[in-house]
C-alpha cells in the first residue's frame, strides 16, 4: 500500500498561486490513479483534479479548468497541484488520494490534508 503526506498549503491572497505536493512511499505513484480533493466548511468533499496512471490522461473540476494543474514525478514519487489565480472559492482542505482503479472510483488511500486559505 502506499502512503500519502501532503503539503504546501497556506494563507494567499486572492489572485496568487500555491503549488501542493503529494509525497508517496510505500509504492509509486507510477502504479495508481493520483487525485486531488477538497472540502470547504460546510460542503461536502468535491474531486479537484486526476490523474490517470497508465496514460497521464488528467480531469478537472469545472471551476478550476484553466487554473489549477495536476501532475506527477514518478522519479520523486510525488504529486503536485499547481493553483493560480485562487480565489476565496477555492479555499478548502485539500487532500491527496491514490486508486487502483479509475478517476471516478472510490479512493483506498488518502493523505492527511492541507489547509488553503484565500483571502479576499
Known amino acids: 500500500q502506499v502512503q500519502l503526506v501532503e503539503s504546501g498549503g497556506g494563507l494567499v491572497q486572492a489572485g496568487g498561486s500555491l503549488r501542493l505536493s503529494c509525497a508517496a512511499s510505500?509504492?509509486?505513484?507510477?502504479?495508481?490513479?493520483m487525485a486531488w480533493f477538497r472540502q470547504a466548511p460546510g460542503k461536502e468533499r468535491e474531486l479537484v483534479a486526476a490523474?490517470?496512471?497508465?496514460?497521464?490522461?488528467?480531469y478537472y473540476e469545472d471551476s478550476v479548468k484553466g487554473r489549477f494543474t495536476i501532475s506527477k514525478d514518478n522519479a520523486k514519487n510525488t504529486v503536485f497541484l499547481q493553483m493560480n489565480s485562487l480565489t476565496s472559492e477555492d479555499t478548502a482542505v485539500y487532500y491527496c488520494?491514490?486508486?487502483?482503479?479509475?478517476?471516478?472510483?472510490?479512493?483506498?488511500?488518502w493523505g492527511q490534508g492541507t489547509q488553503v486559505t484565500v483571502s479576499s
Open positions: 488520494a491514490a486508486t487502483v482503479a479509475g478517476i471516478r472510483s472510490a479512493y483506498d488511500y
Open positions: 510505500g509504492r509509486s505513484v507510477s502504479t495508481y490513479t
Open positions: 490523474i490517470t496512471r497508465w496514460t497521464g490522461s488528467t
